[in-house]
C-alpha cells in the first residue's frame, strides 16, 4: 500500500526517523512530531510535515487528526534510557504511558486509526532461566520503569482493541543499531550517549579506552549479551506492520531482532575489525537495571508480516561508523 499519510511520532529520534525514510521510500507521507527534548531537529525535519509538540497534549494531538487524513500511527516517541528509568520510574510513565494513551484516545476519535507501537524485549524483564530464544509467550516481568511502561502500553492496547475494536501492532524491538544505508540518518541525541555502539565508535574515533559496564555477568566472556538488530530491518518492520493492520490483520504483539545473542565484547571485537583500531578496555560497575542476557525468537513476526532480519552485525557496524565519521 501505498500514498497514504502516516503519523509518526518521536520522529526526530532513531528509530522514529529510519521509519520516516522508510515510510518515504514506499511513497507515504509523513507527518513527523517530536518534542526534541532528546531527538534532533535535523533528523525530524526528514518529515514531510514537521510538528514540534509533546506527545501528550491532547489538544495539540487532536488538531493534528483533523487536519491531516490520518491512516495510520507509528508511536515512537518515548524516554527511553534505562537506567534513567530506574532513577526517574514516575517521569518515565508519566512521558511513556501518558503519550501512548494520547495517541490511543484520538486514535479512537478518529474512527480506530491502526496503531504501531514501540514496544522493547527489556518487557520479558531478566529472563535468566532462559539461555534460548525469547518468544513472545515467553512470560514478562519487567524489572525497571521503562519495561514496565511498555508492557502497560501493550496491555492498554488489548484492552481497547477488546473495547473499540482498534487494531495495533506491538514490536518488541531487542537493540536497534546501525544507520541508515544511504547515510541519511542514524544515532544522533541531544546530550551525552547512552547506546553501546555509538559509544564504542566514539572512543574508537578519540582513541580512549572504552568502559565496560560490568564483566561480571553470568553470560560465557561475562560481559551481556544482547540481540543487535539493524535499525533498515527494523524501520521496515514498521512498513510492513502497517500494511498489515491496513489489509485488516489483527492486532499482535511481535519481536523484532536478529535472532542472535552477542556478547558487548564481541561487539567490540567487530568494531575493532571495521575501524582497524584497537580498543583499551576498562572494567567498570554495572549500570541500573541491566540484565545478563536478551535474544529473540523472530519467528512469529516472519509467520505474521513476512519480516525477517536481512543486515548482519557486520553491516550494523560499518553503516554506523561512516554515519559517525560522517558527522
Ligand atoms: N533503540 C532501541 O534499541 C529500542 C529498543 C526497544 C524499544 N525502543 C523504543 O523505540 C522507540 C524509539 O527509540 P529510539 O531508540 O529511537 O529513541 P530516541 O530517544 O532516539 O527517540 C525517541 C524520541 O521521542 C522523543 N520524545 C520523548 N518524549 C517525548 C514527548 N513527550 N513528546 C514527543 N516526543 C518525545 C524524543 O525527543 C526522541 O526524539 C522508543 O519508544 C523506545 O522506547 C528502542
Redesign the pocket.
Known amino acids: 500500500m501505498t500514498g497514504a499519510t502516516i503519523l509518526v511520532?518521536?520522529a526526530?529520534?532513531?528509530?522514529?526517523s529510519q521509519t520516516v525514510l522508510a515510510l518515504q521510500d514506499a511513497q507515504h507521507r509523513v507527518v513527523g512530531?517530536?518534542?526534541?527534548?532528546?531527538?534532533r531537529p535535523e533528523l525530524l525535519e526528514l518529515s514531510d510535515r514537521v510538528l514540534v509538540a509533546?506527545?501528550?497534549d491532547t489538544a495539540r494531538l487532536r488538531a493534528i487528526f483533523e487536519a491531516e487524513d490520518i491512516a495510520g500511527v507509528v508511536h515512537?516517541?518515548?524516554?527511553?534510557v534505562v537506567a534513567e528509568s530506574v532513577a526517574a520510574p514516575t517521569r518515565y510513565l508519566d512521558?511513556n504511558v501518558g503519550?501512548l494513551l494520547n495517541v490511543l484516545g484520538r486514535a479512537v476519535e478518529h474512527g480506530g486509526v491502526p496503531v504501531v507501537f514501540?514496544s522493547?524485549?527489556t518487557v520479558y524483564g531478566d529472563p535468566t532461566a532462559t539461555s534460548g530464544l525469547l518468544a513472545e509467550g515467553h512470560a514478562v516481568a519487567p524489572v525497571h520503569a521503562y519495561g514496565l511502561s511498555k508492557r502497560i502500553g501493550e496491555q492498554a492496547l488489548a484492552f481497547e482493541n477488546h473495547a473499540s475494536g482498534l487494531r495495533s501492532v506491538a514490536l518488541r524491538?531487542f537493540?536497534?543499531a546501525g544507520a541508515d544505508l544511504a547515510g541519511r540518518a542514524g544515532e544522533w541525541?541531544q546530550g551525552p550517549e547512552s547506546r553501546v555502539l555509538p559509544r564504542l565508535l566514539g572512543a574508537a574515533q578519540r582513541g580512549l579506552p572504552f568502559e565496560l559496564a560490568g564483566d561480571d555477568f553470568g553470560t560465557p566472556d561475562g560481559t551481556c549479551v544482547r540481540d543487535f538488530v539493524h535499525v533498515v530491518d527494523v524501520a521496515r518492520a514498521h512498513l510492513q506492520a502497517l500494511d498489515y493492520l491496513r489489509s485488516g490483520g489483527p492486532s499482535r504483539v511481535l519481536n523484532i531482532g536478529a535472532g542472535l545473542g552477542t556478547s558487548v565484547l564481541q561487539l567490540v571485537a567487530e568494531v575493532e575489525r571495521v575501524t582497524g583500531k584497537t580498543l583499551p578496555l576498562r572494567i567498570g560497575p554495572r549500570r541500573p537495571g541491566d540484565v545478563a542476557r536478551l535474544v529473540a525468537d523472530v519467528r512469529e513476526a516472519d509467520a505474521t508480516l513476512g519480516w525477517r532480519p536481512e543486515l548482519t552485525l557486520g553491516d550494523i557496524v560499518k553503516s554506523a561508523a561512516s554515519w559517525h565519521a560522517q558527522r
Not at 512530531?33 to 531527538?39: E, I, K, Q, S
Not at 515512537?76 to 527511553?80: D, E, G, H, V
Open positions: 511520532t518521536g526526530g529520534g532513531y528509530i522514529g512530531l517530536d518534542d526534541l527534548t532528546v531527538g509533546d506527545c501528550r515512537c516517541a518515548a524516554l527511553a512521558v503519550g514501540s522493547s524485549g524491538y537493540n536497534a541525541h
